[in-house]
């Protein structure tokens, strides 16, 4: 019996660049060694058409700073880096040059740069316990299914839509389950009343048993954070010397993931 996952991809039509991005991914990590650490950061908002031939769409806030500067800091940490984000959001390095884009400076081109985390999963899986997950994209809650959804741009004379937007089935599922269960899986939760933060991201630990999530308040994000585990919490904060001195919440969020990943790995041989 296929689960809602399952059943969601399957409505969904493959990528076109989907086995291109694949192989490209297969071909990056098979030039790293099994010995290296890897983290697989996913980064930027999430848009949901609204029309097949799409000339509306939902959209969502994030501009993808947290993933851009947090890979900046994996990489600083040694670790191999493979960054998902959605086109046209932050890019590492990007936010240092004024005007320029880094990646087109060492003339990489990455106009297929939106590929996918099944795919990367399937790459990481061999990487074991070495391996990160660090899903800080906004992925939207909701979409439209393909065979609801209007060819055409939707017409004001036929006066107000009524848009039913449906469900989409957690990723976090199969991933931790299936697609890397050795794997280090973070995963962050965004909420705007603080009431709900913790009881939420304790909700999403103890149904998908991941092993962090980062819980944040949209509108105190860049300087408070609060890593969620089994069984305890621990906030990050950033004072307002700190703040004024430059220094970013994602170096403090990365080193702390990045010594619990070192104390996971060695739990795991
Ligand atoms: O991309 P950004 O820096 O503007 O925002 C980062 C963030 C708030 C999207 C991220 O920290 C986060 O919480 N992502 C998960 C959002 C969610 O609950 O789906």
């Given at each position: 019996m296929s689960s809602r996952w399952e059943e969601f991809y399957a409505s969904l039509a493959i990528p076109t660049d989907f086995e291109e991005n694949k192989n490209k991914i297969k071909d990056f990590c098979e030039h790293?060694?099994?010995q290296q650490k890897i983290v697989l950061v996913t980064s930027g908002g999430t848009t949901v058409p609204l029309e097949h031939n799409t000339v509306r769409f939902v959209d969502n806030f994030s501009a993808g700073t947290r993933g851009s500067a947090s890979a900046e800091y994996f990489l600083e940490k040694g670790y191999v880096v493979i960054f998902v984000h959605r086109l046209k959001s932050l890019e590492p390095y990007?936010?240092?040059?004024?005007?320029?884009k880094f990646l087109d400076m060492l003339e990489i081109?990455?106009?297929?740069?939106?590929?996918?985390v099944v795919a990367a999963c399937e790459c990481l899986a061999p990487f074991g316990a070495r391996a990160v997950l660090y899903l800080a994209a906004a992925v939207s809650d909701f979409y439209i299914p393909s065979s609801q959804m209007p060819t055409h741009k939707m017409q004001s004379e036929a006066g107000a839509p009524n848009i039913s937007l449906q469900l989409v089935p957690k990723i976090l599922e199969p991933l931790v389950n299936?697609?890397?269960?050795?794997a280090y899986v973070v995963s962050f939760k965004l909420e705007t009343d603080e009431n709900l933060l913790i009881t939420r991201a304790r909700g999403a630990l103890s149904k998908y048993?991941?092993?962090?999530v980062i819980a944040n308040i949209l509108h105190t994000r860049k300087y408070r954070v609060v890593l969620v585990m089994a069984t305890t919490c621990s906030e990050i904060v950033l004072d307002p010397e700190e703040i004024e001195a430059g220094i970013e919440i994602e170096s403090k969020i990365v080193s702390e993931l990045t010594k619990r990943h070192e104390s996971f790995i060695a739990e795991s041989v």
């Open positions: 790293v060694s099994s990007v936010r240092h040059f004024m005007g320029q081109h990455n106009d297929e740069a939106e590929t996918s299936t697609w890397v269960p050795h048993k991941h092993k962090m």
